[in-house]
């Protein structure tokens, strides 16, 4: 059964002011205590279109969104029109009393006569907080917060509308069912996905950020570009997506553990850098914010399109490491592990998250960061007194690390006079470009080797649910909440239920999958895409086909009750 | 007291006559006479002919794709601000694959010295038209002639307002050390263009071509002067001129960013404090 | 057992004339009726390195080259130093007498007494047809019609040289066992892979070739563009390859059949380009010449590295064919077949070779080529009076086509002014960009619908030999030659075995191929890379699960003999 | 005859007040004045608010990717010269992402109108710097302000001998419609930059910025003169000149292919007895 949660969807035209009336209401809920998670729906435009910010907000945790709607805040009539069909019974719709639609359910606020236009969303957080029933000293000091940031000239009319908004719903009477009011929330954070990528990347000991703009990427790249000079990182607009993958190699390469965050299109433009870093082993992480493709699609949507793309991007073979974040805090925490895994092995390393996960804000609890592992650390049977080599034949297929002009604290031994040689030609352990055949295949086998090292450091699946299910969903990236959600109410259906989610999806430990899967009576794959690529991946990793999906490619985020139906329970016997 | 010797002594995998083997002597003159430890030195290239270069060269190297050395260089400035880059490739790799670069890193000003070895051709893919051959030159993908104008990488850079733009010849050893001394000791970026006979491919752009041509800027010539630049970056014909043809003071790229004031990213802790106090803000 | 064949190594540098050399050599064994296999073997560098040709030469059909050499024609010490070893019992040594190398064996020969150093070359071509007692005057010919193409100033010294040499090999014993005669070729070709690419599009309609040089792509363009003016083609040298596959799609969209030759490096650049097509449902040719990977690797060698990559390359999902020709023939017909399948289906198509098969000459019947099908015919459920969609929706998922500013002839009852419309966003059928996520949804599964009709066409895998083998090798691409006479003299050591090679290896046909793969005993999956590419794709789509492999990377072409040594017989009972 | 309205007339998505909506005035102007057959005319355009442009005209489109347009429009010109051939996009898709193309376009001389919306800003993804923008822009991404030199794309063409160069503004739709007939007419690669005002990034270089700046050059105002003409794209500050800077008559791309006079490649067989013979050179 669903938690007992209310849906909230703030819509009207871009521009109208949405993004300043949803961020307040947020971090206001936020702060009162309850759990929340955040949908966007926008397009590729910047004024008008239709704009929406669907707020699901709950005392408990909540994993994903939810469909229907509980409350509707209509900055314009499309709004009302599009939305009012989602209301649930006793859901209300709130609404300027100009927007000229009739409807006894309708909450018409009198704006222009609580404040001006210009702070129409002020009242709005006071006349919805209201609703809410928050408490109302947490919602101005949010927006005193707020605007003393955003819009310190105006804080005061906008708190004076706020308050007005909030004054003119007391007492007003709505059929409306509250929320039990949650536990104290003890400073937890109101960040989305990418917010979370940026301080994990910072946290991790990134040096350089390099990026070409591309949605729904971007902000990744704007909540490092504000920090980037206390936090002592460079981060470089580059021309375009090659030279930003190729910057952030040299970056790397010469001591800055880097970052490239990118889409689809802007990810395929480094599949040839993506092939030099795994040549030349220089560790580097891209983060690759997924979108509707084909080429340039729908740039404002969702979607998990480009698996395959991502395992094997780049021409000739060279392992890599791909992550894919099943939550706002496995964001953060996935990516610090992908800039240890990128450093400890020198390769290239992913995180695949898409517009959905990106733009979701959730209630989190602050994240512990600690200094990472110092960087490759030396290995121990190399003798310091061996010439420094950039590519070293070691058993792990690992070779210890110097930086060009610096002595490196692992390797001190070795004089900074040491010269550090990279080449994107086959090489010689040295790093001369070499014809040597037998170099060749010995380097070959040296970098391979990775693989097995990679494999012991493989973030575990969530197994969730019965263990000898009737039914087990998989699932991977960003739908794990609402495939948690689904299972959850399967479950408390009387079907023998469980998931298993992968957040990282390669390499994958075939034993552990297998040994899940063949646990299994029945097996469906719920995928953000058209043609079940986790599924295939997973019937070359363990020879499992999986004869059911669960495929979602209209843009919209996967939700619990888009699995449930598509499922069909109805043809089946619980 | 570094000896020549130092930099290096390596066989080549040019061909016998080829203009490579001056630019080499060039640079590590250049870096001999500038005393530059070769650790603190890095050579990144591309891929062709030219981007070999550094493998011949004792320092640190890079050598990475074809057209992107300068992102990579750019990167490796971001990082270590104490190592001298220096960039070496082709014509091709700079104003073919790599022309996008090349128009970003003269707009960044990022302080680093490339070295063009043009020979105006495709060398090592087997003599293909490259942006800077003369209409007209026959190939065999370009049987007709080359139809595309020929790119004249001197006067755009002037034309763009390039920290340093030069010109050398391979025929021209000590000249032409002289101008990588002084880009190196530029501070933003320095470009040098450096004619280069390639004898397999070539046949028009020979060494008696060059030396026809070739004349050195007279000591009267005044860099700073834009205007005049442009009209000396216009020569190409029977007389063309080499030397320091534009240089202005621009600020560097990495004069805009504090942190590099500090050394090597790799000794600078993360900054966690900090980063919590950013974390706090989320709440 | 090896069939009565001859190896012939003629080794020098970069720089020598062996190029000259073996190409008259090897016309004039052509033209005598013999078959060849040519294997060559040379260094990123233009002049110095060891370079070497190596030709195999038959009475009979032959089909890969072979280990072990007969003749080494030795232009300098080092190739007498590495080649040797090399030498089967009673195999010789030419070489020039100056090069002082005291070996009774060898054949040194005074060139500088017969000739000038300038025509030691022509004077070697005398001395090694004479070794093989070629038809003199076939040679002659041969050779005269080489050098009034190349040199014509110098044709008569030439071939006074040549003469020279045959004369001094006259009557010299040599333990040499001679070939039988062969049948007469009747105008055979003398033809390596790429040219056999070059025709191909050719014959099938090409009108614009775009490319970047890159090796061994490099000699497709270069063939095309010797003959572009003649055959009214328009050949372009892009700026990078970026524009190279933008400008064949622009070319293709107004009504040119495109090809774009690259490999692996520029291939990573094609990716958004190939989405493009993919999402503008515009045809395009990429022939993807394989080089040892990653990044710039081995530029000169071979290796069958890019088949995953080729499978997956671009973000989002859209239908494509691959090809991987297993010879110089398959070369042309399959280019043939990719023009037809683009056009087709409106997608983007792929040819997989690699250094090993582009540089291969062979001795080819002439090709058929007779015109294609005329491109993309009408489809006549669309009623002429309706409007011109670009995208409209059909049954098969595949559109009538249009190109801007023409009638064309298969919807000759679209007025000229009908507009064509094409976007890479989602768009509608018209072509017009759109956010409606219902048409987004209609899109996916049109374009989806075309793999439907993708694997009605799919070219039969080939099969041969036991129909339930203990063994069957599977293999696709180049290796087929080498693959079909190990399996030949495997099952002359008395095992049953078999072979299987997919020269198209998307899409592949589940039920085939499993049916095939069912019905062996052990299969082993033969490949030029590291990691058995190929063997995880026949898991991913029968769920069969290959075992063993020969994988070959050391950027040499594979051979009979690797294929037998690794597959270890010693181990087994036959 | 066409009205015209023929030339479409659609809701657009862009923001009201933005430049955008008087250039694609000034275009349809233009076609309608040259009585442009929309079935013969081809837009192609990248990605960005400007490259939406062709989805408001009615003519053929290709919107192709950020950055691309020139080698699509490129490729449409070999196939059908019969076309006539627009390009139509913003300064961050062909000064930042599509550079070299821009460079490598100029030099091929093929025969397309380039039309540049410069807005100085990167619209669509929501305001961060462009090739364009003035040093020191601030953003959300340069919160510093951007540290690359602004790039002068009049400049760099004129330097390159591009064929016809202008300069328009949308505030001036008469003046713009007049230049981009020129450029249509022109054979050859005409560039049209226009100062395009974005209204919700750019708060610097707004409608009144530029209407204090702009002039139109003088009648007697001679471009085929490339040294003032130098001199004039050097203009920018206090005063920012409108009009034709530059133009010579340089040989098309298209003459250089005797075959492109036989008409659209869809209509000409494959030359299969001429293939027959170049397969019997083979033998
Ligand atoms: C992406 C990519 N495209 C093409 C190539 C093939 N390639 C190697 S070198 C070269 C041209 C080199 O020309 P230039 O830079 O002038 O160097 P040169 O050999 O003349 O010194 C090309 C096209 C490549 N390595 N990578
Ligand atoms: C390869 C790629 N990188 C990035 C993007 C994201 N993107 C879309 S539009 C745009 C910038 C547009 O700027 P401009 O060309 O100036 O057009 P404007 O919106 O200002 O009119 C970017 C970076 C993309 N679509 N494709
Ligand atoms: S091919 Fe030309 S550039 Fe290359 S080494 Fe030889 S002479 Fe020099
Ligand atoms: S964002 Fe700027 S460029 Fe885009 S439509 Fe709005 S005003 Fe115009
Ligand atoms: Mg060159
Ligand atoms: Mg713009």
Redesign the pocket.
């Known amino acids: 059964m669903e938690k007992n949660s209310l849906n909230i969807l703030i819509g009207g035209e871009a521009g109208q002011g949405l993004v300043t009336l949803s961020q307040i209401l947020t971090r206001a809920i936020v702060r009162a205590g309850y759990h929340i998670i955040v949908t966007q729906s926008y397009q590729s435009r910047i004024r008008g279109g239709h704009n929406s910010y669907t707020l699901r907000l709950c005392p408990d945790e909540i994993m994903a969104p939810r469909e229907g709607l509980d409350i509707v805040v209509a900055l314009n009539k499309e709004t009302v029109e599009l939305h009012s069909p989602e209301l649930k019974p006793h859901g209300i719709v709130v609404l300027d009393e100009a927007l000229d639609i009739k409807n006894a359910d309708h909450i018409t606020v009198p704006f222009n006569s609580l404040t001006s236009d210009k702070f129409w969303n002020a009242s709005a957080v006071g006349v919805v907080s209201g609703i809410l029933g928050l408490d109302e000293s947490v919602v101005v000091r949010t927006a005193s917060d707020f605007f003393a940031k955003h819009a310190p000239d105006s804080t005061e009319e906008n708190i004076k509308s706020l308050v007005a908004g909030r004054n003119w719903m007391k007492g007003r009477a709505t059929g409306f069912q509250k929320l039990k009011q949650p536990e104290p929330g003890n400073g937890r954070l109101m960040i989305n996905g990418n917010e979370a990528i940026a301080l994990g990347a910072l946290s991790a000991g990134m040096k350089a950020m390099c990026f070409?703009?591309?949605?729904p990427a971007?902000s990744i790249a704007i909540t490092i570009c504000e920090h980037a000079e206390k936090m002592g990182v460079i981060a470089e607009q580059a021309e375009?997506?090659i030279s930003a993958i190729n910057m952030a190699i040299g970056a790397s390469f010469c001591g800055s553990p880097s970052l490239v965050p990118?889409?689809g299109?802007?990810f395929?433009?480094m599949a040839e850098g993506l092939s030099l870093a795994g040549m030349t082993e220089t560790p580097v992480v891209i983060a690759l914010a997924q979108r509707p493709g084909p080429s340039?699609g729908l740039?404002t949507r969702t979607e998990q399109g480009d698996l395959e793309f991502a395992l094997h991007a780049g021409h000739g073979e060279f392992p890599r490491a791909v992550f894919a974040p099943g939550s706002v805090d496995e964001c953060f925490r996935l990516t610090r592990k992908a800039f240890e895994i990128a450093d400890k092995f020198r390769i290239p390393t992913i995180i695949m998250t898409d517009q959905f996960l990106a733009d979701c804000y959730c209630a989190s609890d602050p994240f512990t960061m600690d200094e990472l592992d110092p960087i490759n650390a030396c290995d121990p049977e190399v003798s310091p007194d061996e010439p420094f080599l950039t590519y070293r034949i070691t058993a792990t297929g690992v070779s210890p690390r110097l930086f060009p002009g610096l002595s490196h604290e692992c390797v001190v031994a070795h004089s900074a006079h040491e010269l550090v040689i990279a080449d994107s030609d086959e090489h010689t352990e040295k790093g001369h470009l070499t014809e040597d055949l037998s170099v060749r295949v010995r380097m070959v086998d040296k970098r391979n080797r990775k693989n097995d090292g990679l494999k012991r450091h493989i973030v575990d699946p969530t197994f969730c649910g019965n263990s000898d299910p009737d039914l087990l969903l998989v699932c991977w990236g960003s739908t794990r909440g609402a495939v948690h959600e689904a299972c959850d109410e399967l479950r408390e259906m009387g079907l023998r239920a469980a998931y298993v989610h992968l957040s990282q999806v390669w390499p994958i430990d075939e034993d552990s999958v297998a040994g899940i899967l063949r646990a299994a009576k029945e097996i469906v794959s719920v995928e953000s895409n058209s043609t079940a690529q986790f599924a295939r991946l997973l019937r070359r990793e363990t020879g499992y086909r999986i004869e059911r999906n669960v495929l979602r490619y209209d843009g919209l985020p996967m939700t619990p009750e888009f699995i449930i139906e598509k499922i069909g329970l109805g043809s089946r016997n619980v | 007291m570094y000896e020549l010797g130092d930099y290096g002594d390596y066989i080549t995998a040019w061909c016998p006559g080829c203009g490579n083997h001056n630019i080499l002597k060039a640079v590590k003159d250049a870096l001999f006479k500038l005393q530059l430890p070769p650790h603190r030195a890095l050579f990144v290239s591309g891929i062709g002919q030219a981007a070999k270069a550094p493998h011949y060269i004792n320092a640190n190297v890079f050598n990475g794709l074809h057209g992107r050395s300068l992102p990579v260089a750019t990167g490796a400035r971001i990082s270590n601000p104490e190592l001298t880059v220096i960039v070496e490739s082709g014509d091709g790799c700079h104003y073919g694959e790599g022309g996008n670069h090349f128009l970003a890193a003269i707009r960044r000003n990022v302080d680093i010295t490339i070295i063009v070895h043009d020979n105006q051709v495709y060398g090592l893919t087997k003599g293909q038209a490259s942006p800077t051959s003369s209409e007209g030159f026959i190939t065999k993908t370009q049987p007709q002639g080359t139809h595309n104008a020929r790119f004249n990488p001197v006067q755009v850079a002037v034309a763009m307002k390039a920290g340093f733009v030069a010109r050398g010849f391979s025929g021209r050893v000590e000249h032409l050390s002289g101008l990588i001394q002084q880009g190196i000791k530029h501070r933003g970026l320095a470009l040098i263009d450096v004619l280069q006979p390639c004898v397999s491919f070539n046949k028009v752009n020979t060494y008696g071509w060059y030396n026809q041509r070739c004349y050195i800027l007279s000591e009267g010539y005044d860099p700073t002067d834009r205007n005049q630049a442009m009209l000396v970056s216009e020569e190409w014909g029977d007389r063309i001129p080499l030397g320091v043809i534009y240089k202005n003071d621009r600020p560097a790229f990495e004069d805009h960013f504090p942190v590099m004031k500090l050394g090597p990213a790799a000794m600078r802790p993360a900054r966690l404090d900090t980063l919590k106090e950013i974390m706090e803000s989320f709440s």
Chains 1, 3 share one sequence.
């Open positions: 070409y703009p591309m949605t971007t375009d997506e990118t889409s299109g802007g395929s433009l340039t740039p």
